[in-house]
């Protein structure tokens, strides 16, 4: 089993060494550079002509003007060393500072949807399975099937719609007016939860209604085993027998997409955070993306790929776990 | 109820007796309509004793003993004529039939009292847990503490009797030791080692003993063998069948062995029930009826057999398939495949008649 750990772990960082280059790749792709668009910023209305070498100038300051190996370099060494990733332009300040709270934003509602996604598809998904053709099972085939077919964004309107009028909350945004300066405290932590409640629950909606389908599936294939009527026949009480039987193997297929929920998560993050006004780490992407601040954008690709790829091993980990006969083929 | 002759009294009964089956009717609601696979069907297995039961796949054998543990689907209607006697000490009785199987009765039943094996030994194991975790299952369930493992001085009685009314708890330890020794007990070879292995890392006949370990780990006083030995090859078939006589002869259990094949039955049965479209077309002792076939499905079953000792004799298959349970004949079950069939077979379905020392046929040839 460490073995096994140890194998994934180097795989993960193989892995996050070849992003890291991509992504280095990426923040080098747009034409034209920071020291370009700063000083259109700086100078543009004031009159001032700016000639080739005041650029250079800029370059230089900013260290723009190094070769890309090196710049690299002393990037990846930074994140290293000191966990220190660069300086943004636009916001004249650090990475760290201006990634920072957005990160923890960013994971809270990560974690939030995909415990949300779990806790609602799984028990639902064994109890349809079990109750096979009950109305329940019938119910939760006609949400599913809305769930996949409503888009987020829509989805993320109504929501918003409903607990504004009903419910009287401020619209969008991760806090309540009172607490958006306020300095961390527990009545804040609840507050940004009770915010977390729509977003996440949007994020989770369809990949609940995918999970539903497929544990559901699952379930019903394991409950028609053999085994299953081998333990039933050693006079097991039913709900032990699926819970041990049929329902630990039915979850397999949850743990071993563990890391695409990420990634998808991820993905619909931006739009949904953009109906929802939240402040996360895809709208500041697109931003940094849009004032060719490259070292913002390259903190935020690394940080989350750097998630994805946690939580496929992370999912790995949990499957070998979870099923014995992985560990043969792996090694 | 339509013409076979009930087994004896149950009240004057046989110490003996483990099992007693009458009239058991199974049937199931389908799309198509009720079908029923096993009708009005009895049987009784003794200690000590094994009963063959043998047919083709959808004569109703399987379900007629899944019956027995309440192990059939939600759709299943057992009729409320049929009674399941299980016998539990000299003077109890308790009838199956009506339990509901999701009680605490049942369950004790199951596993404890009537223990199961399969035909796919692989299939018949969770692949997430090791033997010694389903071993220790079973025992937990329904071994007292004190017990020793292999003890067989009780009556079967007084075992039904502890499986059903059983408390106290085994430790996970003691339960463990029970693992390893019945693991020794089926034949395997360094037991304190396989009782940790999953079932993907043993053979097919290592993991059919492991199954045979798991069901009379908690002695029960009746063992149902659902075609055991179909999926194993003949050489290691040979040895389980061994292997279970001589756990029988140890520890006095009952066995009702399910097959197609009526030369395992020939040598492990001692009485033998034929089986056809849900009824019982003939039973006796083994011997007799193998040299003695009076039913013409018997007859038929017994040339389909291979023999070495006459290798020039054409093997003779029975012409046409079992009909489907929706278009059962009203007469005879066998009626539309049956090479002597008279004008009555297809109208009435003949009774049971007594050919002498315990054998006894339903066809219209003999009575």
Known sequence: ?????????????????????????????????????????????????????????????????????????????????????????????????????????????????????????????????????????????????????????????????????????????????????????????????????????????????????????????????????????????????????PARLAINPVVSTIGFDVN??????????????????????????????????????MMLTFFIVFMNFLSDVLLAVLDPRIKLEGG | MDGMTPLPPSTGQDAELVIAVENLRVSFRTDEGVITPVDGVSFSAKRGKTLGIVGESGSG???????????????????????????????????????????????????????????????????????????????????????????????????????????????????HEIAVEMLHRVGMSNAGLRVNQFPHELSGGMRQRAMIAVALSTQPALLIADEPTTALDVTIQAQILELMKELQDDLGMSIIFITHDMGVIAQVADEVAVMYLGKIVERGPTRRVIANPHHPYTVGLLRAIPRMDNLTRRLTPIPGDIPSPLERPKGCPFVTRCPKRMAQCAEVMPGDTDMGDGQSVACFLHG
């Open chain 1, 1 to 245: 089993m460490s073995r096994f750990i140890i194998q994934r772990l180097f795989g993960m960082l193989v892995t996050l060494f070849f992003v890291s280059i991509m992504v280095f790749t990426i923040m080098e792709l747009p034409p034209g550079d920071y020291a370009d668009r700063y000083a259109f910023r700086k100078y543009s209305g004031t009159g001032i002509n700016v000639t080739e070498s005041d650029i250079q100038n800029i370059r230089v300051e900013f260290g723009l003007d190094r070769p890309a190996p090196a710049r690299y370099l002393s990037w990846i060494g930074g994140i290293l060393t000191d966990f220190d990733f660069g300086q943004s332009f636009a916001f004249e300040t650090s990475v760290n500072r201006v990634v920072g709270e957005r990160l923890v934003l960013t994971l809270a509602l990560l974690y939030a949807t995909l415990i949300l996604t779990y806790a609602i598809s799984i028990p639902i998904a064994i109890y349809a399975a079990v109750r096979r053709h009950s109305a329940v099972d019938y119910g939760l085939t006609i949400m599913s099937y809305l769930g996949l077919a409503l888009p987020n964004f829509l989805l993320a309107l109504i929501l918003l719609y409903i607990s504004v009028t009903v419910f009287g909350s401020s619209v969008g945004g991760l806090f309540s007016p009172d607490y958006v300066d306020a300095p961390w405290s527990f009545a804040k932590v609840g507050d940004m939860l009770l915010h977390l409640i729509v977003p996440s629950l949007v994020l989770a909606w369809s990949a609940t209604a995918l999970q539903l389908q497929t544990v559901r599936a699952t379930m019903l294939d394991e409950l028609n085993k053999l085994s299953v009527t081998a333990a039933r026949a050693r006079g097991l009480p039913e709900w032990k027998l699926l819970l041990k039987y």
């Open chain 1, 264 to 301: 998808r998560i991820f993905s619909e993050l931006p739009i949904v955070a953009l109906v929802l006004s939240l402040p996360e780490l895809g709208e500041l992407l697109i931003q940094s993306y849009l004032d060719l601040d490259m070292y913002v954008a390259g903190a935020i690709l």
């Open chain 2, 61 to 175: 054998k399987s379900v007629s003993t899944r019956a027995l543990m309440k192990l059939l689907p939600r759709n299943a209607l057992i009729d409320p004529t049929s009674r399941m006697l299980l016998h539990v000490g000299r003077e109890k009785q308790v009838d199956i039939a009506p339990l509901d199987p999701d009680s605490k009765a049942m369950r004790k039943i199951r596993g404890g009292s009537i223990a199961m094996i399969f035909q796919e030994p692989m299939a018949s194991f969770s692949p997430v847990y090791t033997i010694g975790n389903q071993i220790t299952e079973a025992v937990r369930l329904h071994r007292q503490a004190a017990n020793s493992p292999l003890a067989a001085t009780e009556t079967v009685g007084e075992q039904i009797e502890e499986n059903i009314l059983g408390h106290g708890k085994m430790t996970k330890k003691q339960a």
